[in-house]
């Protein structure tokens, strides 16, 4: 951690008894201009200033940014730490278990595949909500999850005791990023370095990180600067190697006034994801400013930081101030760590003065008075509905999802349910102590405008209801963004003890979870007394982690999937998430909207998306009075006296004392030992993967691609969920023929997720969402193409095609539209395509990760000419593809366009230049290497 230093900058803080060598911006004439954000970066590059990979010259640019330029000038940020979770950490261990391995065949020391950077490990993302509404829900899952996942977890111990400065949180702790902002976020980080005569000297610097989530970005809300990459980049980050990246463009949002009673942080982030997606930032940093800022709690921040990936930014950033110090000392941090936190911001300028207002790319202000009730759906999270509006927006989508399948009449809804089960109706149906019905009128239907299709279902255990489109079957509080939030969380609590009080309960086909983010919320409704409201509604404890928004649902009651799945019922789920991608929290839901903790207890209450809030009842209490949902609406006052009076330090201090113990669970797994990992042949979760298999020491000159196919053409907005395996693995699939060859029964073959550790089942869930489209077919959804290889070219399963077509040794293409990759920043959405054979992806536009995450994978990413598509260009996806000018790479140089020639089976050609999306000279390195992890290596083999 030394630097060449060409400023002079190296100095000592004094906090207390304790020195610290510092950096100081100061001795950097042009930097007390720049925005927070450009201030940390700027301090990085001071601090490793190594005359090389970053100079003088890179310092000088950052400090005379010019606001209003276009992104050009490439600089190296070396991020302090790297965090995971385990759906994605899993995978990026096991690629560094693989690399040791490959650097000692090639002779050089095994002992240098470590992290060089502190990195940590959140198992946040493998329990599934297998039982739900039940008292030991909670234990019930974390037994089925441990019995799931033993072969991972025993894995990550080893890499654990295997590799130094590598620490892992055990399941049932908590979500990554709010284990993130409670506990293992500095702020201002300390690090000890060997002076010239050998002295310890401890280092501060700001608390930088990159994350194998998207929503790294929650830790902005900490003034940490920090982003989702792609696994293959975190392992980089972890081996020393720096984020190559332009300096961007900021974009700064100034915030006014305050939230009215009855708008949450949840409406306010579903309103700021609207205008941010709107405005554009997509690659840019945004930085929040102005005298708002100090209104805004710290978990509102969070909050804002958290849905950065939403609205296309890279980070979504808050400086420091007396409220991040207010809120590391509530979870527990140490007094000194406070002093330098404070001491540090205020010497380098990064303390925010609302007085002082830096220069900013782009502009935007919102005033927080202007914000009123929101969710988001019904597939994208910036989507942004006003409640008020709901339940007429949910009547123009449903059609999008009823008419293009199975065409219902629209008729009286109450009369239909009449017919189909008298005496009761979808709305207003709830059950007795007893199970009885209780059918009572509901001002909701009898109206008109909307297809139904009220379908009867009986269960044992639920009782007697009818189904309809629009049906919620999922409602969940859940998922990192909203569960750190006290006001949210509850206020959530106290609408339920209303409504209890009021005499309502859930309706019975919903799946009703809670999956807190921390063990703090249970704490503090426990300190509150609030359990058993949510219990009464049938809001238990499921588990501490991601679930629903990750797609961890878990299966709905068979007798509700079946009604849904034989009758084609368009339902729903509402989630307190920020991810509603279409086939992403349930295979039977095929709307999912997103809404803050109240609202998922509200409509759990109403049953359906088909409900007007202000206008329909939610039911009536014990004297026979319509309730509505102002009725049991917590006051502003009463949530912040219960949050006053429910949390306190120790509970945090308590929570974390020992949190990378574990419970006897995690203790007692068999651990295997040594510094390379002995690689189980028989293992479905761990394998080891190819990445490396026959690689030279020196790269081989890239080439040209000739005689590509198609295998996929792909429209606008296809996610990394489309593309990359996640959710359950359904039978039948390629991955599941793998799994029942391997001796897995069905029950077990739990998700995508949970074996990311294992390329053969990735592989083959790659472009194998249900709801892909992909336009070589036509009306089919689902992991399928055309295989040329065969006569008339028939449907196939993707991963059965791109078996054929390596076979015959046929490089592939993807063609896309526009903001292709956008979604979570997941590796495999990369390693997939490229271990599928694919050479190159060609579209309108990339989202920022998905991009870089190609060109880690050896995949050249292309653009259309502006203005130009596939649909344009009359590209049918049946044509064969030429790809000239890649060849250039060989010469030190990145083309700005390659030459596209498609031929059509009649001999005709489309021809284009296509625009080479290799942003930094860095990227060009990763790409002639074939990748970062074989650029990584070979540099270190060439340090031996």
């Known amino acids: 951690m030394t630097s060449v230093n060409s400023f002079s900058a190296r100095d000592t803080l004094q906090v207390g008894d304790q020195s610290y060598e510092i950096y100081r911006l100061d001795a950097v004439p042009g930097t007390e201009k720049l925005p927070y954000s450009l201030k940390v970066l700027a301090e990085n590059l001071l601090r490793t ?57 090639l002779g050089g020391d095994t002992e240098k595949v470590n992290p060089l950077a502190p990195a940590e490990l959140v198992i946040d993302h493998s329990v ?33 005791g295997a590799f130094d400065d590598f620490k892992v949180v055990p399941p049932g702790t908590g979500i990554v990023h709010q284990v993130n902002i409670e506990y293992l976020a500095r702020t201002v980080m300390v690090r000890g370095r060997k002076d010239d005569s050998g002295q310890e000297i401890q280092v501060a610097y700001p608390d930088t990180c990159v994350g194998t989530d ?3 970005t929650m830790v902005n809300g900490l003034g940490v600067l920090g982003w989702g990459v792609g696994g293959i980049e975190a392992e980089a980050a972890m081996l020393g190697q720096p984020v190559s990246m332009l300096i961007p463009r900021v974009v700064g949002f100034k915030l006014t006034g305050e939230i009215k009673p009855g708008v949450t942080a949840t409406d306010v982030v579903l309103t700021v994801t609207d205008m941010l997606r709107k405005h554009g930032v997509v690659g840019k940093f945004v930085e929040f400013y102005g005298e708002g800022v100090a209104e805004v709690p710290l978990a509102n921040r969070a909050t804002l930081g958290n849905m950065s990936p939403e609205f296309g930014s890279t980070a979504a950033i808050f400086p420091i101030d007396d409220v991040t110090v207010d809120y590391l000392r509530l979870t527990g941090r140490d007094e000194q760590q406070l002093a330098l936190v404070e001491a540090y911001a205020k010497a380098q300028g990064m303390w925010h003065d ?3 207002e830096p220069a900013y790319s782009e502009y935007l202000e919102l005033d927080l008075g202007d914000v009123v009730p929101s969710i988001s759906g019904p597939k994208r999270p910036q989507d942004r509905i006003e409640l008020s509006d709901a339940k007429n927006a949910f009547r123009k989508d449903i059609h999008n999802y009823v008419e293009n399948n199975h065409p219902a009449p629209e008729t009286k809804l109450d009369e239909a349910v009449e017919e189909t089960f008298p005496g009761s109706d979808p709305v207003s149906l709830s059950f007795a102590d007893d199970g009885a019905v209780d059918a009572r009128p509901s001002a909701a239907n009898g109206a008109e405008g909307r297809p139904t299709k009220p379908v009867k279902v009986s269960s044992p255990e639920l009782g007697d209801f009818v189904l309809d489109h629009g049906a919620v079957v999922v409602a969940a509080i859940t998922s990192c963004t909203n569960t750190s939030n006290p006001s949210v969380m509850l206020g959530a609590a106290l609408l339920a003890k209303n409504a209890v009080d ?73 989630l307190s998430g920020n991810r509603n991608f279409e086939g992403r929290i349930s295979p039977d839901v095929k709307m999912n909207y997103l809404a803050s903790p109240l609202l998922v207890i509200a409509y759990a209450l109403a049953g359906t998306m088909d409900f007007d809030f202000e206008a329909d009842a939610l039911g009536k209490d014990t004297d026979g009075n319509d309730v509505f949902l102002k009725d049991i609406w917590p006051s502003p006052k009463e949530i912040s006296d219960t949050i006053a009076s429910a949390i306190n330090q120790e509970m945090f201090s308590k929570s974390y004392a ?173 390693k997939g395509t490229s271990l599928l054979g694919v050479r190159a992806v060609i579209t309108e536009s990339f989202e920022r990760i998905h991009r870089s995450n190609l060109i880690g994978m050896g995949v050249i990413p292309l653009q259309f000419p502006a203005g130009e598509s596939a649909a344009s260009l009359k590209l049918d996806g049946t044509e064969v593809f030429d790809i000239a000018g890649i060849t250039e790479l060989n010469e030190g140089k990145t083309p700005k366009t390659v030459h596209v020639t498609a031929t059509k089976g009649d001999g005709s050609t489309v021809e284009f230049d296509a625009v080479v999306r290799i942003d930094t000279p860095g990227e060009a390195d990763y790409y002639r290497n074939g990748g970062i992890l074989q650029y990584v290596l070979r540099n270190m083999l060439k340090s031996k």
């Open 128 to 160: 599934i909500v297998d039982v739900f509404g039940k008292a030991d829900a909670f234990e019930r899952n974390v037994d089925i999850e441990y019995s799931r996942n033993g072969e991972r977890y025993q894995f990550l111990r080893w890499g654990q």
């Open 49 to 105: 200033e190594d005359g090389a990979n970053i100079t003088k010259d890179h310092i000088e640019a950052i400090a005379h940014w010019d606001p209003s330029a276009d992104p050009s000038i490439e600089i190296q940020f070396t991020p302090a730490r790297v965090i995971m979770q385990d759906f994605t950490g899993v995978p990026c261990i096991v690629d560094l278990a693989t690399m040791r391995e490959a650097v000692g065949d």
């Open 214 to 216: 998207s929503h790294t």
């Open 354 to 356: 609302a007085s002082r």
């Open 502 to 574: 009021k005499g309502l309960s859930s309706k019975p086909w919903v799946k009703t979870s809670m999956a807190p983010g921390s063990q703090v919320v249970n704490d503090y409704y426990e300190k509150a007394g609030l359990w058993p409201y949510l219990e009464k509604l049938g809001f238990y404890l499921v588990g501490y982690g991601c679930t629903t928004c990750i797609g961890n649902t878990g299966p709905l009651p068979e007798e509700i999937s079946k009604a849904i799945n034989d009758e084609d019922l368009s339902v729903t789920a509402v």
């Open 658 to 830: 020992d949190v990378f113990k574990g419970d006897d669970r995690w203790q007692n797994l068999p651990t295997p030992e040594g510094k390379t990992f002995e690689w189980d042949a028989n293992s479905t979760y761990v394998r080891k993967p190819p990445y490396f298999d026959g690689m030279p020491a020196e790269p081989e000159p890239v080439s040209d691609i000739s005689g590509a196919r198609v295998l996929a053409l792909l429209g606008d907005s296809v996610t990394t969920d489309h593309i990359s395996p996640a959710g359950n693995i359904k039978p039948g699939t390629p991955a599941a023929q793998y799994l029942d060859e391997n001796g897995v029964d069905r029950k077990d073959y739990n998700s995508y997720g949970s074996r990311r550790g294992n390329h053969e089942v990735m592989i083959r869930g790659t472009f194998a969402n249900i709801r892909l489209r992909n336009q070589l077919l036509d009306d089919v959804s689902g992991g399928y193409t055309r295989d040329f290889t065969q006569d008339d070219a028939p449907q196939a399963f993707i991963y059965d095609a791109a078996q054929n077509y390596a076979e015959q040794g046929t490089p592939l293409v993807v063609l896309g539209g526009k903001e292709y990759g956008s979604g979570s920043s997941r590796d495999w959405a990369a």
